[in-house]
């Protein structure tokens, strides 16, 4: 598993009818197969969030999406970042990884947090808890879905699960590789280091050089070679040649980039890659301009020999 530049699309709208909403998600998902990048992402979520708009605003369901872009891509790798786990019971989610794994002839990755938008647990039924309930839910469900995907058929009499030797089939592959997202020192980190092939932290420009150094501890604490721990950041970068940093909210200029897609590149060689992270993934913002051809391709051009080495 690489994932050194991947392509979130972080809504779905882009000031078009319904009819024409799945065909410029997968004209973005193209756009970036075409132009090297490793992976697509998608949110999982059903309404979208504060920080990118009103909960009503367009949002497909994640896996279905998916589904279909295992259809229309070639050569990315296809995935959540990430899953809530609150959202789906973990024998299904295992069912649901496996299979578009085979639709998409191995290009699935598994990304899964434990879910933190309240409003769409509330309105939905689905059970909220505390932090420390989605995360021992968390990780219980890892105990069902790991060895589901490998083939191995658990049972397990939890707390929040039980199973009887559930099984996943049929599968393509023993590993699907396996994302977090998330940067918390005393829980998060160190099950990224025990389980997981790629970490994606979400945390501050500031703040990325303290978490590779706890990364790196955390992995050797348990003679886990850091290296074979991946790590990204997600960004948000407006492709504009015309504009500054000015424009950029004082909420977002921890992780947001804007100006030409040279300039994006190298601030994020700046911000990101030299604070020791080895790969970004972006999100351009739609909702104001709509998709725009030609700049995932202008980022890819500009990032691919930066996070290549």
């Not at 392509?7 to 000031?15: A, E, M, R, T």
Request: hydrophobic share 40%.
């Amino acid at each position: 598993m690489t994932i050194r530049l991947g392509l979130q699309i972080p809504n779905f709208s882009y000031g078009t009818g319904v009819a024409e909403l799945f065909p410029t998600v997968i004209a973005q998902a193209q756009e970036a197969d075409q132009a090297g990048f490793d992976a697509v992402f998608l949110m999982d979520h059903f309404y979208q969030l504060p920080m990118l708009g009103s909960p009503d605003q367009p949002m497909l369901e994640a896996y279905t999406a998916l589904g279909g872009l295992a259809t229309a891509t070639e050569r990315v790798q296809l995935g959540t970042l990430v899953t809530g786990n609150t959202y789906r019971n973990p024998t299904l989610l295992a069912k649901i990884i496996t299979t578009l794994d085979v639709m998409s002839q191995g290009r699935a990755i598994l990304g899964i947090g434990t879910g933190w938008f309240e409003l769409e647990h509330d309105q939905l039924g689905f059970e909220f808890g505390t932090f420390t309930d989605r995360f021992n839910k968390l990780y219980e469900a890892l105990d069902i879905i790991l060895p589901m995907i490998k083939g191995e058929r658990p049972t397990v009499d939890g707390k929040y699960y039980r199973t009887r030797e559930a099984m996943a089939e049929p599968r393509l592959r023993d590993h699907i590789p396996l994302m977090i997202g998330g940067s918390g020192e005393k829980k998060t980190i160190p099950l990224a280091a025990k389980h997981f092939d790629h970490l994606n932290v979400i945390a501050g420009f500031d703040e990325l050089p303290g978490k590779v150094r706890v990364v790196k501890q955390r992995c050797e604490e348990i003679d886990r070679d850091p290296a074979t721990l991946e790590t990204s950041m997600l960004v948000t970068a407006m492709v504009d040649e015309n504009v500054t940093e000015d424009v950029i909210p004082d909420e977002m200029k921890q992780r947001m980039v804007v100006g030409s897609a040279g300039q994006i590149a190298e601030q994020i060689k700046t911000k990101v890659l030299d604070a020791g992270i080895d790969g970004v993934i972006v999100n351009l913002p739609t909702s104001v301009q709509g998709y725009q051809p030609g700049h995932i391709t202008a980022l890819g051009e500009a990032l691919r020999p930066l996070v290549r080495g």
